[in-house]
């Protein structure tokens, strides 16, 4: 059974950094894609920021030149470096992860981790 693990989430002041990890377990391939997501009581989930297995990323506007992607393929493993927190960053910090093929295509979850930020 594949399963997703986030860690890292926490509460901070504005302005500071925190780093998001997500490791992954029991999935002999390697994830064509891993990703982040986020989601507030008021808004539906939204992608932060992905990466392929090539290493090509993308960002949404509100984190571009803030935020960093980064994965270990080997480990099937995605981080998220999170700079220059601000307040309306504050959310449920989801690792999302796809694989496929020609034939087939799987989607996993992780739990979440909740990050606040005051200001």
């Known amino acids: 059974q594949v399963q997703l693990k986030e860690s890292g989430g926490g509460m901070v002041q504005a302005g500071e950094s925190l780093t998001l990890s997500c490791v992954a377990s029991g999935m002999v391939f390697t994830f064509d894609e891993m990703a982040w997501y986020r989601q507030t009581p008021e808004k539906e989930r939204e992608l932060v920021a992905s990466?392929?297995?090539?290493?090509?990323?993308f960002y949404a506007d509100v984190v571009k030149g803030r935020f960093i992607v980064s994965r270990d393929g080997a480990e099937n493993a995605v981080s998220l470096q999170m700079n220059r927190l601000k307040p309306e960053d504050t959310a449920v910090y989801y690792c999302?992860?796809?694989?496929?093929?020609?034939?087939?295509?799987?989607?996993?979850w992780g739990r979440g981790t909740q990050v606040s930020v005051s200001s």
């Open positions: 999302h992860a796809l694989w496929e093929n020609s034939v087939a295509s799987s989607t996993y």
């Open positions: 990466i392929t297995e090539n290493g090509t990323t």
